[in-house]
């Protein structure tokens, strides 16, 4: 069998540690344990996230704790600034619309990351909006923005600020405490090397009493329900036990690395991944490139799907564009459980590939 | 290492075979490949649910999908019904309140399963009620209700019967399209042998009429949003990919058993632990025993809680009782993978330990 390289932006390669801890016969979650491994997750969660703050899991997509970062919020008829510079901006826009929130929107070029001075006039513009939505990488366009800057702006005003960190998490720079950031979230089948199925969301002390005045409705995801319980290590509701087992064996791979070292890490491969690309020839998409994923532009009298294709036949994943970008862009991911070797790989096959679809 | 049995209403054990395909290195879910584990699990379900409405699966614990239900179907100020017999029930009720849902609560005592004209008064007092919610088995008293007489009736009202068939599902005789059921609710780790972190939701057309009328918010459980991805077999988020993959190992295990002969095993299986529980001189707590789960009343004179600790140092993890009952019953479950050999063993343990606590 040919050997496979999964080098998408979610799901990730899991690492064979953490695949045997996941295949262990499975506990119940009611016990000391279960309630051992979920210890150890918020201790390293919290490490990874950089807060001090506890680190609550859920068992959905991404996408479900980004709309547990708008629920627990927000009310009916209040203001958010959604910073849209790809398909995950536009997400936190619909879900905002979804439940009455008024969107105003920040709208980015793709590929581009959000001017600072443009989310300050924002918010002059919108004094009473009451939180502001953005990405760390948006993934669609591999972009990590600016969050650093635009923490610093929001915090001096009431909204609070809500980093999708999904994609970046671990691989780009993140420091939740330090820059200010009021809900954080994270997605498993990203750096952690897990598979699909859990989602995080850190929260300040700041979004704790934005969160005594929210009155959007929820249940599921109602974050007291699980802060109440994390003094136990203990979950509302059936957690997803294997992946959380699974979670643990990841997180102790990174600590064991480090987590700047594990950081560093990724900035070199992206930095050799872009390298690559120009000794290819290769233009990137990205003006503000991530170091989670690269996006490079199809070259032009390239079929970008055929190209796709031809290397999936060849053992290479690589992701291809979103919405208007399918056809025109695709990504390579370098995080969590990706080498250099992969990557090594992965290039020399899409050298040879790119050859083969010129030349047909 | 001693043999461990757990034999608690989820999670349950998982077979081998589910565990290695779990443990095969991960694809992405927007591949062919993938697109042929959702077919195969849809067309499972089906079978197992009895319906031939496609069955939506949602990368949550069971609680999800109970709100799911909710919020798809109802508006604020809607009236619902809701059988009220064990903790599970209180969730639905909960799950109404929370989205600004009046409950009228048929309120029945813990481990008797609700009069099917208690439900009859309710739908004719109530004559705007918009949805009944109830249980196929309320595990937290190893009841189960009488899905088909109660459906009978619902039949002829407007109203939407909403099953929460999470524990019963495979275990309980349940079929959804000949007795009226309008959504069918399920749990991966039940009868379905794998992890917990997936649920499901069948769902009628009447139910459809209702969904089209909702006007609660919802986003991530949008019922509309998965079902029109159904025909491609790919889903709005991304799936729990690893999970989906076991469950359609474990789906294929139970179709080569045949859902008749699965459900049959149950029903034998439930009668023996009933059997046994009666020649231990122990009494049965439900009044409409389960063929899921069985709760046995802890005999007089002995500490509940310490006869669990004391089986599980043997090995044997029983769930204990929830809310009023803990220390007052324990639960054997008898669902899924769980073995006539492993309830034989169990009940042999059980046995001597309730010597030894007696004694001591």
Redesign the interface.
């Known amino acids: 069998m040919k050997k ?1 390289y ?1 080098l ?1 932006p ?2 990730t ?2 690492p064979r540690d953490v ?2 801890a ?2 262990r ?5 009611r ?1 000391p344990e279960y309630k051992n491994f979920t210890r150890a997750i918020n201790a390293d969660l919290k490490k990874l996230f950089k807060t001090e703050k506890n680190v609550l899991t859920f ?6 704790a980004m ?1 547990a970062s708008v629920v627990n919020t927000l009310s009916v008829n209040d203001t958010a600034i959604v910073v849209m510079g790809g398909k995950f901006g536009e997400r936190f826009a ?2 905002c619309r ?3 929130v008024k969107v105003v929107a920040i709208d980015v070029e793709w590929g581009h990351s959000p001017a600072p001075s443009a989310v300050e006039k924002a918010l002059k513009e919108n004094p009473g909006a009451k939180a502001v939505f953005m990405q760390l990488c948006e993934t669609s366009t591999a972009t990590v923005y600016d969050v650093k800057s635009i923490a610093h702006m929001i915090k001096k005003t009431s909204a609070i600020m809500v980093v999708d960190a999904i994609s970046g998490l671990g691989s780009d720079e993140f420091n939740m405490d330090e820059w200010g950031v009021d809900i954080a979230i994270g ?1 498993s ?1 990203k750096a952690f090397m897990i ?3 859990l989602s995080f969301c850190a929260v300040s002390n700041k979004a704790w009493g934005a969160i005594k005045k929210s009155a ?5 995801y ?1 974050f007291n329900k699980y802060e109440c319980l994390m003094e136990k290590s203990d979950s ?8 959380a087992v699974g979670l643990q064996k990841a997180l102790s791979i990174i600590m064991a690395e480090g987590v700047c070292e594990f950081t560093a890490r990724h900035a070199k491969d992206a930095e050799f991944v872009r390298k690559s690309a120009g000794s290819l020839k290769l233009e990137l998409f990205s003006k503000s490139p991530s170091n989670a994923v690269t996006a490079i532009k199809v070259p032009d009298g390239i079929d970008g799907e055929k190209l796709i294709s031809g290397l999936k036949l060849k053992g290479v ?1 690589f ?1 291809g564009g979103q919405g208007d970008l399918k056809g025109k862009i695709f990504r390579i991911a370098h995080m969590g459980g990706i080498t250099r070797h992969d990557l090594e790989d992965a290039l020399r096959i899409l050298k040879e590939t790119l050859e083969e679809v010129t030349l047909s």
């Not at 068992?59 to 479900?64: D, F, M, P, V, Y």
């Not at 509302?236 to 992946?243: G, H, K, M, N, R």
């Open positions: 496979q999964l998408t979610g799901p390669p899991i695949m045997q996941m295949a016969p499975i506990i119940h979650h016990t068992a959905s997509s991404g996408t479900g709309e619909e879900i979804a439940y009455g997605g089948q598979p699909p199925g959007l409705p929820k249940y599921y109602d509302p509701w059936t957690p997803a036990i294997t992946l994943t992701a």
